[in-house]
């Protein structure tokens, strides 16, 4: 079955204590993104990248890191967590630009709480 | 630089009525255009996508789009609303310049009452 997974699904940490939340595609999809959802502003976008080891910068990566060492993985890190991150999270694949499916497929979300 | 706007936080709609979410984006360069359906605890669902192709898109469950450039506008319509379509719904544009960009809308929550 196609699908997007991450893990964890709940999460709730202390501020500066680093993260990791793992999200892993079994599509062979090119490109893979993060996205944030708060109430009233819809998903924006973290990081996303184009293949292995090409990441660039979304509207919001500040506070974020991520990294593409292999094709199916793209793992989102908190360094020092704060408040202002608590946040529901998702991860997306798709394939290449131009193709026929160029949809987003999209995780179960993982909703981090940060105290 | 891309924009999306969707009109109306919430709509509300009785059992068998006609659906219409408003979605308007401007975009620099040709879009693709594209409707997500999120039910609640669930990730982003497809609904449908605008490819280039026939202005009149048809999705699951449904749901129909019209792209209409003169407008810069893409809404939502589905003849008749059914108890399972209250969800949340999104609007999204991507293009390339370089990189792969996708802006979404806030949302629209759809309610329905029996």
């Known amino acids: 079955e196609a699908q997007v997974t991450q893990n964890p699904r709940y999460l709730i940490t202390v501020t500066g204590k680093k993260l990791t939340v793992t999200c892993s595609q079994n599509m062979n999809h090119e490109y893979m993104s993060w996205y944030r959802q708060d109430p009233g502003l819809g998903l924006r976008q973290i990081y996303y990248?184009?293949?292995?080891?090409?990441?660039d910068k979304g509207d919001v990566p500040e506070g974020y890191k991520v990294s593409r060492k292999e094709k199916r993985n793209f793992p989102l890190i908190l360094e020092s967590p704060s408040p202002n991150q608590t946040s529901l999270y998702f991860c997306?694949?798709?394939?290449?630009?131009?193709?026929?499916?160029?949809?987003?497929?999209f995780g179960q979300g993982t909703r981090l709480t940060v105290v | 630089a891309q924009s999306v706007t969707q009109l109306g936080s919430h709509v509300s709609v009785s059992e068998g009525a006609l659906v219409l979410l408003r979605c308007n984006y401007s975009?620099?360069?040709?879009?693709?255009l594209f409707w997500y359906v999120q039910y609640p605890n669930q990730g982003l669902q497809l609904l449908l996508k605008y490819t280039s192709a026939a202005t009149l898109v048809k999705g699951i469950n449904g749901f129909e789009a019209e792209f209409k450039k003169s407008e810069t506008s893409f809404h939502l319509t589905k003849p008749s609303a059914h108890m399972s379509d209250a969800a949340e719904y999104f609007c999204a544009v991507s293009v390339y310049t370089g990189g792969f960009k996708t802006i979404f809308g806030a949302g629209t929550r759809l309610f329905v009452k029996a």
């Open positions: 975009s620099s360069v040709p879009p693709y």
């Open positions: 990248s184009m293949n292995v080891e090409v990441t």
């Open positions: 997306a694949s798709s394939s290449r630009w131009g193709q026929k499916n160029t949809e987003a497929f």
